[in-house]
Structure formats: C-alpha cells, structure tokens
C-alpha cells in the first residue's frame, strides 16, 4: 500500500488502544507492535491496488498519482503527526527498508548487511506463515491504474474510522443545564 494508508492505520491503531488500554507501558508496546504488523498486512493486499514495482515518469497517470499520494502524505502527516506520532512511525518503519536501499542506489554506496530489505522480509514471513493471512489468494492488480480506486475507497473507510475514533464525546449534563 501508499504511506498515506500506512499513516491512517498507524492512527486508527494508536487511538483504538488508547480507548482500550489503560496502562501507558501498554499502550506503548501494543500501539508498537499492531502499527508495525499492520504494514505487513496492508503490503499483502498491496496486490490488490495499482501499485507497479518500478517508478515510471514518462506515465502521466503514475506522475499524478503519485504526486496525489505524496501530497496526501505530507497532508495526513501535519494532521496527526503530534498526536498520533507512535502509531505513524511504526506503521511506516518498515518503509525505512526502501529509504536505506534505494538511498545506496542514488548516493552511490554500500552497506553490506542491508542489501535486502529486511523488515518486509520478516513481514512477510510473518503473514506468509500465518493462518488465516497465509491462505489468502489476493489477484494482481499492480500494473492496472484503475486499481488505484480500492486504494482510495480504503483511505475513505478509514478516514471515516478516524473520525468516529477521535470524535468528542458528548460529556455529561451538568444540573445547571437541566
């Protein structure tokens, strides 16, 4: 998936742990470990979406789209960044992978143990092996850009998840107000 799913999963969990957690050392270590398994998770139904493994600039629909999903990041990170920086960080972690190895790419040098990207491997041997995420059969959609739209129709569902998860609540009636 896009770091703008990342982000949004990374929020709902922190939030959704925050509402059911009461201890903070917890919390901590919950919001940690569902925000970082959460991308292996998204990436399994990465599939699913047009996500093609090669950046492609002479596309102008990859151009926009992609320009859409950075500007969607940047967005969504000034959102929620203060509140919900755990939850974002370790939904997005495992993207430091790409980060360092197309980084040695670009500037031209190397590190000898990260020539694969390490935690997507352990992610994926984590869903890979996993029942019930290791029975499921997801069909490519990578290269069709209409696929983009299942993206989108779950950066809405969890936009709306956010909202019903960091709405106020309405407080009690105070007896002056009766």
């Known amino acids: 998936m896009q770091e703008p799913t ?10 959704s742990v925050q509402l059911t957690c009461g201890r903070r050392a917890w919390t901590f270590l919950l919001t940690a470990a569902l925000a970082f398994l959460s991308h292996g998770l998204l990436d399994k139904l990465a599939n699913f979406t047009y996500h093609p493994p090669n950046a492609n600039f002479h596309d102008p629909f990859w151009v926009i789209y992609h320009s859409c999903v950075l500007a969607a990041t940047v967005l969504f990170l000034c959102i929620w960044w203060r509140t919900f920086k755990l939850g974002i960080a370790f939904a997005m972690l495992p993207d430091l992978d790409w980060v360092i190895m197309h980084g040695q790419e670009i500037f031209h040098f190397r590190i000898p143990f990260y020539q694969r990207p390490h935690m997507h491997d352990l992610l994926g041997l984590i869903f890979d092996r996993t029942r019930p995420f290791s029975l499921l059969k997801i069909p490519s959609h990578r290269h069709n850009p209409w696929a983009c739209l299942y993206e989108a129709a779950l ?7 956010i909202y019903l998860l960091t709405k106020p609540q309405p407080g009690p009636i105070s007896p002056s107000r009766q």
Do not use: D, P, W, Y
């Open 155 to 161: 950066v809405l569902l969890m936009l709306g998840a």
């Open 6 to 15: 990342h982000i949004l999963a990374g929020v709902i969990i922190e939030r």
